[in-house]
C-alpha cells in the first residue's frame, strides 16, 4: 500500500541553523500538508500546498517557514533559523482530493 | 475558529471491555471527521473516516459515529485488546484545507 516517507526520523540541530525536513507524498496524490506537534500538545496545521503554490497557512507559519515542491516527487519544509521552540515532531500529510489525508511517520526535530 | 475536544483525557480498562472515546466541535459546518491512533513518538494511523452527510462509520472492532448538527462523535471499540493501547486522536476538516485536532484520548487495556 502506497505511503507517506520522511526523511530524516530524527533531525538534531543548533539554535539559528536551517534544517529542510523532506517527505516523499503518495504518487498520485495532488495536496500536501505540514503539522507539527509539540511534545504533549495538539496536532497542529502548519501549511497547505496545492498545484505549486500554498494553499493556506496558520500563524504558525511565519516567516522564517517555506515549503517547496522542487522535483514532482518530494515535498520541504525549511526553517530559516531555527529557536528552542521549533522543537516538536513535524508530520507531513498528503491527499488526493480535499477529503481523507495521509500521514508520514513525522521527523523529530530537537532544536538545542 | 474549529475547537475540538476530546472527552476523556485518559482511560483504562481490563481486556475485552468496550471502548467508548468522545470527540465534540464548535462548528458544525465541516467536510469530515477523521479518527486516528498515534502509539509513543510515532506517526498518525487513519482509523476511519466519517464525511459530513454520513451517520456512522465501521472498520472491524471500531465504529465511528456522527451527530453533525450537535457537533459529536463517537469512536467505539469493541471487545478491546492490549494492542489497542494508544493515543486516539479526533480531527474535524471544516470548509478549508487543514484538519482541526483534539488533544486525544489516552487508552490503556489492561490484560
Known amino acids: 500500500e502506497p505511503e507517506v516517507t520522511q526523511t530524516p526520523s530524527h533531525q538534531v540541530t543548533q539554535m539559528g541553523q536551517e534544517v529542510i525536513l523532506r517527505c516523499v507524498p503518495i504518487s498520485n496524490h495532488l495536496y500536501f500538508y505540514w503539522y507539527r506537534q509539540i511534545l504533549g500538545q495538539k496536532v497542529e496545521f502548519l501549511v497547505s500546498f496545492y498545484n505549486n503554490e500554498i494553499s493556506e497557512k496558520s500563524e504558525i507559519f511565519d516567516d522564517q517557514f517555506s515549503v517547496e515542491r522542487p522535483d514532482g516527487s518530494n515535498f520541504t519544509l525549511k526553517i530559516r533559523s531555527t529557536k528552542l521552540e521549533d522543537s516538536a515532531m513535524y508530520f507531513c500529510?498528503?491527499?488526493?482530493?480535499?477529503?481523507?489525508?495521509?500521514f508520514g511517520p513525522g521527523t523529530r526535530l530537537t532544536v538545542t | 475558529k474549529q475547537e475540538v475536544t476530546q472527552i476523556p483525557a485518559a482511560l483504562s480498562v481490563p481486556e475485552g471491555e468496550n471502548l467508548v472515546l468522545n470527540c465534540s466541535f464548535t462548528d458544525s459546518a465541516i467536510y469530515n471527521l477523521q479518527w486516528f491512533r498515534q502509539d509513543p513518538g510515532k506517526g498518525l494511523t487513519s482509523l476511519l473516516l466519517i464525511q459530513s452527510s454520513q451517520r456512522e462509520q465501521t472498520s472491524g472492532r471500531l465504529n465511528a459515529s456522527l451527530d453533525k448538527s450537535s457537533g459529536r462523535s463517537t469512536l467505539y471499540i469493541a471487545a478491546s485488546q492490549p494492542g489497542d493501547s494508544a493515543t486516539y486522536l479526533c480531527a474535524v476538516r471544516s470548509n478549508d484545507y487543514k484538519l482541526s485536532f483534539g488533544a486525544g484520548t489516552t487508552v490503556t487495556v489492561r490484560a
Open positions: 500529510a498528503s491527499s488526493l482530493d480535499v477529503y481523507e489525508q495521509y
